[in-house]
């Protein structure tokens, strides 16, 4: 099956892409194009998948550069292919190449571009990461490679949207406490549960660090389980476990 690319005009020039879950050898609930190694997916056939993606974006598979993500603020530089850490949550790079992986299941991954610097950045975005500077931390590692933030542009893939993201009032307390004016990202759910609009607080935070253009692709992986993989989709099943998209971008 041939494997389905999400791209943005805003991102034209900048080889880039929001992959779906079509066009995997993954099956199960891991079904179609799983490139997560950290599912218990088989290893073998997620690296298949990973080469598919490569291909895809006409690299070596060795050039397809991921971290192993944990919800932080964490930004990794890399000039090559070996360039890994133990722990990050976004890259970026000015060698042309290098493909900049971001795995995701509801949280936003996001691509960056400024073309008149050649610098690319990618990152993965949860509530946790956005609240905590990862996108910010991205631009700031752009600029210290020669890019411009008013002359980047910024997008989001893919992600859960408001319609499917309920949340307790200790999670609005926490966006609140932050800036009061983050009440403006939830409305009313159903007793005390209120609708967390992430995409929405990701491009406000896109916007206020002063890039050029922010946009999402208005994607949600939650209501679309034929297109996207979804971790919150995958708890309300009692599913074992769920696979992984990836978003990327290179020079």
Known sequence: MTLEIITSTALDGVQHGFFTRKGGAS????????????????SEIVLMNRARVAEAMCVDPTHLITQYQVHSADVVTVQSETDHTETADAMVTDQPGLLLGIMTADCQPVLFADREAGVVGAAHAGW???????????????????????????VIGPSIAQASYEVGPEFVERFVDEDPSYARFFSGGSGDR??????????HCLREAGVAHAEWTRHCTYADPERFYSYRRSVHRKEADYGRLVATIRL
């Open 27 to 42: 099956s199960g609930v891991f079904s179609g194009l799983n490139c997560g190694l950290g599912s218990s997916d088989q």
């Open 128 to 154: 946790k990461g956005a609240i905590d500077g990862v996108l910010e931390h991205t631009l700031d590692a752009m600029e210290t490679l020669g890019a411009s933030r008013h002359k980047t542009t910024a």
């Open 194 to 203: 209120a609708q967390f609009d992430l995409p929405s607080f990701g491009l």
